[in-house]
C-alpha cells in the first residue's frame, strides 16, 4: 500500500470525499484510463446495489474501484473487462461508492441518479455471465448455443451506446 493509498482511506474514513483517476483497464470501456471518479464514503446505515461502483480495500491495503454484482454481507464486484469475479469480500471493506464520473475531455456524468442507476444496474446483470455462467448456471443452460453467444457479445458496445 502506498502513501496516497493510505490517505484516500483515511479521507473517506473521515468522512470526505476523494477525487481518483482510473489508471488500469479492468473497468473498460466504462472507466477510461485519465477519466476521474469522485468516491464518496458511505453513510451511516446505506445498502450497497448491485451495479454500484465501489472503491474496496484488497488484501495488502491496494485500492480497487469494480462494479457489485452481488450485494449483501460479503460483495461480489468485478471489473467489466474481466472474465471473471473477484473473490467475495465482507462489507467493511468498502470504503466508498462513486458518485460521479468525469471524463478525460471535461464532461461530467452523474453516477447516482435513477437513470444512472438503472443503467449501471443492467451492465451489472450482463457483465457477471460470465462469473455466473461458471458455477450457479444449469448445466444445460450453459451448453446453450444462444447463452454462449450472450455471453461472449461484445459489451463494450452496447456500454458504450449507454453512456458516451
Given at each position: 500500500?502506498?502513501?496516497?493509498?493510505?490517505?484516500?482511506?483515511?479521507?473517506?474514513?473521515?468522512?470526505?470525499?476523494?477525487?481518483v483517476r482510473?489508471?488500469?483497464?479492468?473497468?473498460?470501456?466504462?472507466?477510461?484510463?485519465?477519466?476521474a471518479?469522485?468516491?464518496?464514503?458511505?453513510?451511516?446505515?446505506?445498502?450497497i446495489?448491485?451495479?454500484?461502483?465501489v472503491?474496496?480495500?484488497?488484501e495488502g491495503g491496494?485500492?480497487?474501484?469494480?462494479?457489485?454484482?452481488l450485494?449483501?454481507?460479503?460483495?461480489?464486484?468485478?471489473?467489466?473487462?474481466?472474465?471473471?469475479?473477484?473473490l467475495?469480500?465482507?462489507?467493511?471493506?468498502?470504503?466508498?461508492?462513486?458518485?460521479?464520473?468525469r471524463?478525460a475531455?471535461?464532461r461530467g456524468?452523474?453516477?447516482?441518479?435513477?437513470?444512472?442507476?438503472?443503467r449501471?444496474?443492467?451492465?451489472?446483470r450482463?457483465?457477471?455471465w460470465?462469473?455466473?455462467?461458471?458455477?450457479?448456471?444449469?448445466?444445460?443452460?450453459r451448453r446453450?448455443?444462444?447463452?454462449?453467444?450472450?455471453?461472449?457479445?461484445?459489451?463494450?458496445?452496447?456500454?458504450?451506446?449507454?453512456?458516451?
Amino acid at each position: 500500500m502506498t502513501e496516497f493509498d493510505r490517505q484516500i482511506f483515511a479521507l473517506l474514513r473521515e468522512g470526505r470525499s476523494v477525487v481518483v483517476r482510473a489508471e488500469g483497464r479492468s473497468m473498460h470501456p466504462f472507466l477510461r484510463p485519465g477519466d476521474a471518479v469522485v468516491i464518496r464514503p458511505l453513510r451511516e446505515g446505506e445498502g450497497i446495489v448491485a451495479g454500484e461502483l465501489v472503491l474496496v480495500e484488497r488484501e495488502g491495503g491496494r485500492p480497487v474501484l469494480h462494479r457489485v454484482l452481488l450485494p449483501g454481507r460479503s460483495l461480489v464486484v468485478k471489473g467489466d473487462a474481466l472474465l471473471g469475479a473477484d473473490l467475495p469480500f465482507p462489507r467493511e471493506r468498502v470504503a466508498g461508492k462513486a458518485s460521479e464520473l468525469r471524463r478525460a475531455g471535461g464532461r461530467g456524468h452523474a453516477l447516482e441518479t435513477a437513470s444512472a442507476r438503472r443503467r449501471n444496474a443492467w451492465i451489472a446483470r450482463f457483465s457477471g455471465w460470465e462469473s455466473l455462467s461458471a458455477g450457479l448456471l444449469p448445466a444445460f443452460a450453459r451448453r446453450s448455443e444462444l447463452l454462449r453467444r450472450l455471453i461472449r457479445a461484445p459489451k463494450w458496445l452496447l456500454v458504450r451506446a449507454l453512456f458516451p
